[in-house]
């Protein structure tokens, strides 16, 4: 069966300092992989997400992460963190397009001014 | 922008009690979902339909039904809750085809206790 591991239930990093939050799947084929991010009483917003072709995928808010097949990971970074991008976040992988998505248990991001 | 809106934001019931969820999406999307949220298992998924009167079993569906008798309005339904199910739940919705499960619309969320 499909599973998600985020490592790290709660991070913290200063303001303006590197974010990196880390998945891995177990896929024994290249899945399509997802960053949703979930805002204080908010439902989830789709960050970014891997389907095909150039495995560093752009999203959102400065938000960006690296498909690596070999390592079975698809961690998110932003270079510079903001306050505003305190929130839940979870990351989700679907084996095939006619396969239901499986989350990730969440990692939830405090900014320290 | 694609809309989805739960009935409720929070919501208090007691055991035994039948409980209704709504959830209306403004986009036509032919596929919703509902989910149930929990701290450190995150999103696992309850039901989902793919069409009107249509429905699928997610992962736990025990305890749950839903019913789809319109495009927009999926519902999901506590016969007889229970305080195990108190939790978030957060409807979804998706556009149809080979996409559609993953470009996932969500709504704001309905925290649920049951005392």
């Known amino acids: 069966a499909q599973s998600v591991t985020q490592l790290g239930s709660h991070v913290s990093v200063s303001e303006g300092a590197l974010v990196l939050l880390r998945c891995n799947y177990s896929?024994?084929?290249?899945?399509?992989l997802f960053w949703y991010v979930q805002y204080p009483n908010q439902g989830l917003q789709l960050l970014l997400k891997y389907t095909t072709g150039a495995t560093l995928v752009k999203g959102i808010n400065g938000f960006e992460a690296e498909f690596k097949k070999s390592e079975t990971s698809f961690h998110l970074t932003k270079p510079s963190a903001h306050m505003s991008d305190a929130a839940e976040y979870f990351c989700?992988?679907?084996?095939?397009?006619?396969?239901?998505?499986?989350f990730g248990p969440g990692t939830s991001l405090s900014v320290i001014p | 922008d694609v809309k989805v809106t739960q009935s409720s934001r929070y919501l208090v019931k007691r055991t035994g009690e039948k409980v209704f969820l709504e959830c209306v999406q403004d986009?036509?999307?032919?596929?919703m979902f509902w989910y149930r949220q929990d701290p450190g298992l995150g999103l696992r998924l309850i039901y989902f339909s793919y069409d009107v009167k249509m429905k699928e079993k997610g992962d736990i569906p025990e305890g749950y039904s839903v019913s789809r008798e319109k495009k927009e309005r999926f519902s999901l339904i506590l016969e007889s809750a229970s305080t195990n199910q108190t939790s978030m739940y957060l409807c979804?919705?998706?556009?149809?085809?080979?996409?559609?499960?993953?470009?996932?619309?969500f709504g704001p969320g309905t925290r649920l206790t049951v005392t």
């Open positions: 979804a919705s998706s556009p149809p085809g080979a996409g559609g499960f993953y470009e996932q619309y």
């Open positions: 989700a992988v679907r084996k095939t397009s006619y396969d239901k998505v499986i």
């Open positions: 986009m036509d999307h032919e596929n």
């Open positions: 896929s024994s084929v290249p899945p399509y």
